[in-house]
């Protein structure tokens, strides 16, 4: 019998600390892609244990757990103690969609003073404070990948990215932290 092939996650001892900025792999996360009318948005609520957001922009957390909005019936949730969101959603009666995006999503944690200049040598956004404060989350692209930006501290990011496209968010990052 041939030797097991060790499997290694995406972006697996990847990291980078470097005069003002550090990126890191954000450890596995639950994540769910939520879609759901105004009618449905309680009893979901309900049983995430989140408020889903309902602003252009806006996220909720509590403890290890957040909701991100997306659009007018749209969110990311993640879980980063690995509950079971799914469980969560299907005892919800109310007319929704969820989707496991578990294995198709890892994340990029950005972080320090340049932060702002990094992530806008990929992304076209303001993400000035003013215009992207604290708890501020968005679709969007960096360089030609399509990315979900949420700012969780003055200068700090998080970057969810497809796997598949994730070294080339980390490899973009770390060359946008070498420019001065």
Known sequence: M????????????RFLNDEGI??????????????????????LSKALGLDLPQRP????SGGKRAALWLGPDEWL??????????EDCASVSAFHSA?????RNTAVLVSGPRVEAVLNAGCPQDLSLDAFPVGACSRTVFGKAEVILWRTERDAF????????SDYVFMLLEAASRDR
């Open 2 to 13: 041939a030797d097991a092939i060790a499997r290694t996650g995406a972006l697996e001892g």
């Open 22 to 43: 550090t990126l890191v792999r954000a450890e596995p996360a639950t994540r769910l892609l939520l879609r759901a009318p105004e009618t449905a948005l309680k009893p």
């Open 57 to 60: 922009k806006a996220s909720v």
């Open 77 to 86: 949730v993640i879980d980063e103690n690995g509950g079971d969101l799914m």
């Open 99 to 103: 989707v496991d995006v578990s294995h």
């Open 158 to 165: 998080r970057v969810e990215c497809w796997r598949s496209f």
